[in-house]
């Protein structure tokens, strides 16, 4: 008779489940916690062995202050993770994060992994090298509300030691679909990996990382997410066949080569 | 037959009129437009010669549309001015400042003046020294909104060219009432040269600027505003004799003095 | 019976001693030398008390040579000092401007004021606040050949020694007669005392020095300049009231403001 | 019956195709453009199919403009590149490439990839470790001209938007035939591939690329070239045999191990 | 019938009393304590009103510690104030140091000002601009001892939340009588006012100030000390007229003069 | 009939050779110099072929010039390695390494390796990452002891052109045996590799390098050390399956994790 493997955690937040990175999670963080708590808004099927299943709209306080009931860590992947109208931004990812990190410390969760995105930076040039230290240029109301969330976590740190990593996610898909996920791609291993380094780093204060893979050209320097210990394994090299050698520069006012959040720039709903 | 002198602007909105430095700025800045357009959410008063008065929620995003009609120039002073809860908060501040900027924007109004806070670097030492280009700590729900309108105008000026500066003030009372304040103290004179220099330079792009007189001891380097040509003519000295030499140190662990932000450090809503 | 005071120098050369800031050191620098010896391309009058005349083309190698004799000290003011085409501009400040340093180094002269300019950093925008450790953005053929004069200069220090301060100066005109040189103007009196204060501060190596005024707008840091003991006394402020607070944004697309070499960039005698 | 493949470009210009690297160039370059346009001012054989052969003096700007027609790149490797006479660098490197970038202009031309080199900083110490954005230390005329060319090349993209690459060539030979050359070693191999990518990617501004092998010591941090993709796969590891462990320190005061310039420091052939 | 004014302090340690600033001290700093209590190896004459008097070596541990008995704040000047051999300067200045530090913490006393020393510094070259937080450069063993002082109070700080004010004293005498002096001058009032600010301030954490008047030349930049609130009313500008305007350069290699140090860089007792 | 191969050095001093990491380099240090003086105030059993056994204490000063006879390069890692008494550090670090100094200059000793250690930057935070040019935080008695060592070493380059590499040891055990030994770690390999780098490099000025493997979690940029060419090959990762993912974070008020110093800072022997 075998017995199952003790795990790290006893129960592992995960919100957003539902949504692209949020299935990927779902397959690939079991081995840490017995229990992963999955919450989205929208319908996650049914609950495997070690989940567990929570419908949730993040901007009812209630609901979520319900949902960090004997939580060790969360990963906040929720609210809308693309262009979208003020408002709804809004409620999803301003209301709804502060929702979360009341709930977070009130529960007396420990730590926070915070999806933020590159887009907090997509109005740096394609030609710059920045890293956490520099003001954020968000690229629209996405990023703008991930900067939001980025100065909470700082809030809740500096103010009740609550630590949380901010993940700037470059592109996180099965592999690059233009030129400029060549440089920003994250694989799906290389996300998990960095946040295994962020969940189980025995120290991380507020820390801010890139999410990126170990692509050849690179925008980002992550000297202050040091610590973590987190190595790339993937790189878009392997995609580069798919973008041969070409002479087609863009143009030269075409915004979105100009600067690193690419087409997120253009996709503002209010200046159809 | 005497003529009225000719004035520079048109009209001039100012936005949070009913406050402690809306009052005051009604006042002064008479001779910078024919008409200066008072809004708050409290009663004002009766117009004088050369004001309009409209009474108006910020968090309501028709009347902010209506408020932009035939305005130059905006002093954004509106909103909640001091640690409230959240949801107050992000309506006054968050939905309010972007109904402003989007109104703005629709409006081709050119530029705003943007009363952040201090407080987006609260929780910076009272050893430390620092400048604009350093990450924002807010100190509290009332920081955090000023960091977004921060984020928030730096997007509106990346991507429409809508020029912003942003004065994080410091302390601006009749005189400075503690310590702390001997630091933080902005005179009302120097305030109203800030903005003097802040509406009337040429060219401000998205500039960040401290506001501060030119008090002994100094928290603040306001190298990346030197294009606006401010140079303060008060200073907290006069007041001294106020707060006698003293060897009351404070508490090591006091973080009222620790810390850049003070007291503020201590009111969130949520901890009583 | 009286005695003419003894002077520090035996003999200063200054170089264009025709042009419109020569005229005015021809007067002003009399007491820091027996002899000044004037040299420019174009006639300068007879020789007055303490003067030597020696017209001369900078771009004939001989003729240089011929003029650093007995020279202990050289301000080199002689070339071009505006836009020109690049043949003429390589002549006069490329070649010319080697064939000084030649001829310095051969007859053992310790030190060297050029006249640079703020052109070789005229590429920046008027919102940025730079100092001389920050890469070079020439804004014409003049700039780049002011380029080339700071970097042949930081050789000769790095190779023989031999001291050169480098000033970038400013607008150096009897007042400021537009708004940019609001920012820039340097006074006759002030440059008078940065060139006393580099000529005679007992060690300078090669150093970079903005020429300015204390102007109460400021797009330049003189920081690597401080050994100097410079102290501007004038300001561009007396001359505020001949640029009265104005509504005029300029557009948000027009290069001589965005820029901090103003209408410079327009210049290029390529571009008709 | 099999045809050939469709290259990148149509047309490339590689000047000083005769020298050193620009033969090694000529041999390697071919599959990224259907017509090589070799140039320089010695002869270079007969011209190989997609080859163009036209052979031309630099300062001649005639001629220079007569090469750039139909031309999609430059490789901009002419001119002189070893310590010369001022006169001849004058003419070969400084009107050179002004030739060059006068001619890239008007042609239209998008792209310049130029061959500088490090003796820009020449005069750092061996135990420095520097940037692009660090001030450029010549140590010699080539240098000087070298510095030349990247502000001309700065300003051309400022200005007019032309995109330009400098590479800081390091030591560029088959393999290292000094201790120096161990540090500053370059490969054949890495040469092409970051002329690959700085020809090839998408948006490259004006970009200061060090050109060097990824060798155990180094005094060169290419952060600001990151986003050029280029990684080097050579070491001068493999010659380290060469040069064993010794116990052979140089002299206190040897300033060809001194500074990074090495040996070219005592060549200017104005002090034989 | 008149009372004596309450003053802030009961009891103040000065060190060093009877070296040349501690007898300025002695008369300057009555008004802040009760009681001055002042200690030297060297007799001190007779204690004054409001003076005790303990003749002490500081590397005796247990007359230390006898000494900062019921003491508030320790002005701690004394040890070897000038270059020495190193035992002697060991003996005085580092055991005597720690000792001070060691019975600092255990009689529980709050804050310490150190005379630290601009020797800590003096190989940085008379052409830098140097702040607090870049590495020192010491410029013998009298400097190194210093460098020592600054690092144990530092640790006392970190480990404990003992306060220091570490003072880099420029050269406080009654007037320059050097060029040299020109640049490094600290006038005894601003002396004084320097250690009152840092008596006085209500927070210091570690902080390092240059101690240093309002010289027209400057080496030093004080931001790291903003928050002290110190502004040096005084200048050298006041005795320029004793080093009038030179030619005499000094040799290209003359270390005295190539070095802030000065003439110390030539005393090491060890190098007769 | 073989011959033995010839060594790079005649005679390298290795002092504290009885030490932990001294008896790992008697042995694999012997390819470098025909002869290995041997030196530590304990017995180190009997010299071997091509060593030389001299027992000695480093405050002894006139042992210690004794010790130099004839000595071309030195690793000086002798003196007290873990927090101890400050008196007995004194004497064994401070006056020792002086003594070892003074030997070396007036022996016109060439280079000295300084077994300096990463406590003398124990202070900053684990979530820091930092630089050698960064100001140091000494942990305990022992590093500021270090700290003294660095100063010492600093001032012979400059005065004396005496080269030092001081190395900023980690954690060099045969395995980590903590959690932050998997930062810290330096395996003896790469140890001794990074001797062979600071012994063997043609220049090193006076160089700080941090010592430490290829750790995946890093705190420590040797940045300012690129010259050396040392690469480290081992790395802490094959040890991390000793120190599995854990829920157990360390309380938020845990010194001992906050602090780069880790236990080293409860060490003090004055806190028991």
């Known amino acids: 008779m075998s017995t199952a ?15 692209g990175l949020g299935k990927i999670l779902r397959e690939r963080i079991k081995p840490w916690a017995d229990i992963i708590r999955l919450s ?11 989940e567990e299943i929570v419908q949730c709209d993040l901007s009812n306080k209630a609901a979520v202050h319900e949902l960090m009931k004997d939580v060790d860590v969360v990963l906040h992947f929720g609210g809308i993770s693309t262009e979208n109208n003020f408002e709804a931004i809004m409620a999803a990812n301003i ?6 990190y009341e709930a977070v410390h ?14 907090v930076v997509g109005y740096y040039k394609t030609t710059d090298y920045i890293d956490a230290s520099m003001p954020t240029r968000p690229d629209g109301m996405y990023g703008i509300s991930k900067c939001f969330g980025e100065s909470l976590s700082r809030y809740y740190y500096d103010r009740f030691g609550l630590e949380t990593v901010c993940i700037r996610i470059g592109s996180s898909f099965p592999e690059p679909i233009n030129k400029r996920m060549m440089v920003t ?6 996300l998990v990996e960095l946040l295994r380094c962020a969940v189980f ?3 991380v204060g507020h820390t801010i990382s890139f999410g ?3 692509n050849p050209a690179s925008w980002w320097d992550n000297r202050y997410a040091a610590h973590l210990g987190f190595q790339a394994k993937d790189s878009s090299t392997v ?11 863009p143009a030269a006012d075409d915004i979105t080569t100009i600067y690193q959040g690419g087409g997120f720039l253009l996709t503002g709903p209010q200046y159809k």
């Open 5 to 19: 493997p003790i795990k790290p955690f006893k129960r592992i937040l995960l919100t957003g489940a539902a949504g």
């Open 40 to 50: 989205d808004i929208s319908p996650m099927g049914d609950a495997q062995e070690g």
């Open 95 to 100: 209301q709804g994060t502060y929702n979360i």
């Open 106 to 119: 009130l529960a007396k969760v420990k730590r926070v992994i915070f999806a933020s995105s590159n887009h």
């Open 185 to 190: 791609y994250l694989s799906y291993n290389d």
């Open 201 to 203: 780093a025995p120290r």
């Open 212 to 214: 990126v893979s170990n």
């Open 239 to 249: 995609f580069a066949h798919k973008f041969p050698d070409s002479s087609d520069y």
